[in-house]
């Protein structure tokens, strides 16, 4: 059974950084593709960044320039930097792996708020 387990993520001032932690407990080399997600009340889940295959990226205009979306195959790890919060990233951020285009795995999901 796949399990994708998060930590990380908090409370954050307005500029400040944080970094999300999503650990495999398989090899994270079988998935396709693997993001981050986020949810904020109110509005509906979207992508905030993707991994495609261990080395294409993709990123929300939203957040390029201030997030950084990584994977480490040794610890079958995924990470998210984030840089230069803004209040407006204040959701709840889920990972996800599976299919390019159909993510089948998804974590427990970990808010992250940022203060102005």
């Known amino acids: 059974q796949v399990q994708l387990v998060q930590s990380g993520g908090g409370l954050a001032q307005a500029g400040g950084s944080l970094r999300l932690s999503c650990a495999a407990s398989v090899r994270i080399y079988l998935f396709d593709a693997m993001a981050w997600y986020r949810q904020a009340p109110g509005n509906q889940r979207e992508v905030v960044a993707k991994?495609?295959?261990?080395?294409?990226?993709v990123y929300a205009d939203s957040v390029k320039g201030r997030f950084t979306i990584s994977r480490d195959s040794a610890q079958d790890t995924l990470y998210l930097q984030m840089d230069s919060l803004k209040p407006e990233d204040t959701a709840v951020y889920y990972c996800a792996a599976g299919g390019v285009s159909n993510m089948n795995y998804w974590g427990q999901g970990t808010q992250v708020t940022v203060s102005s």
């Open positions: 991994i495609i295959r261990g080395d294409s990226t």
